[in-house]
């Protein structure tokens, strides 16, 4: 079974510009989480979708937004990017976190912003 | 607001001798408790998941005790080998999200 996959892989931005990462949960997971790790403030939650609807959402400014389609896959955006912005974006699916199952984390997109 | 503090923040031990990681988190209405492990730059690795109903886990070299009604899990790897150099993680599942600690850094010496 294929693991989560995360595109790209790496990326480089410049401050203003609006960026979307990518992710593609284990197959038959219906929960895709994402999050945010820096070394200052360690693995921060964005937020986590269901069955296309966001169920809970981290402390983050309104520029970090997030949707799942149908077919369970996740995309994240950043608009209108700050230096702070560089970090490792991690996805992690589930069946379903609520219910107790594992989370399964991706490679994660390192997102560097000059 | 759960607050998830990992004990010590960094580990050298030689070869062999066993690992004692600790974990502590301050709400104790949780799902489950994860173990994770990070090579540096990469995503993270599941070790061992426990459910809140649960006291332990184990998986070949691991094993991992839960004491919900005080807030906290350590994680033992016995034997330990070059190979389990990473940072290893603690992370606590309430309201569909997972609360992490800042990790335990461990260096095996051969």
């Not at chain 1, 990462?21 to 038959?28: D, F």
């Not at chain 1, 937020?47 to 309104?62: C, H, I, L, V, W």
């Not at chain 2, 709400?27 to 090579?39: E, M």
Request: with cysteine; proline share 4%.
């Amino acid at each position: 079974k294929a693991g989560v996959t995360q595109t790209p892989r790496y990326l480089i931005k410049t401050r203003g510009q609006q960026v979307t990462l990518s992710c593609s949960p284990i197959s038959g997971h219906r929960s895709v989480s994402w999050y945010q790790q820096t070394p200052g403030q360690g693995l921060q939650f964005l937020f986590e979708y269901f069955s296309e609807t966001q169920r809970n959402k981290g402390n983050f400014p309104g520029r970090f937004s997030g949707r799942q389609f149908s077919n369970s896959r996740s995309e994240m955006n950043v608009s209108t990017l700050e230096l702070g912005d560089s970090a490792l974006y991690l996805c992690a699916s589930s069946l379903n976190p609520g219910q107790s199952y594992e989370q399964y984390f991706g490679p994660g997109t390192r997102l560097t912003v000059t | 607001k759960q607050e998830v503090t990992q004990i010590p923040a960094a580990l050298s031990v030689p070869e062999g001798e066993n690992l004692v990681l600790n974990c502590s988190f301050t709400d104790s209405a949780i799902y489950n408790l994860q173990w994770f492990r990070q090579d540096p730059g990469k995503g993270l690795t599941s070790l061992l998941l426990i459910q809140s109903s649960q006291r332990e886990q184990t998986s070949g070299r691991l094993n991992a005790s839960l004491d919900k009604s005080s807030g906290r899990s350590t994680l033992y790897i016995a034997a330990s080998q070059p190979g389990d150099s990473a940072t290893y993680l603690c992370a606590v599942c309430n309201d569909y999200k997972l609360s992490f600690g800042a990790g335990t850094t461990v260096t095996v010496r051969a």
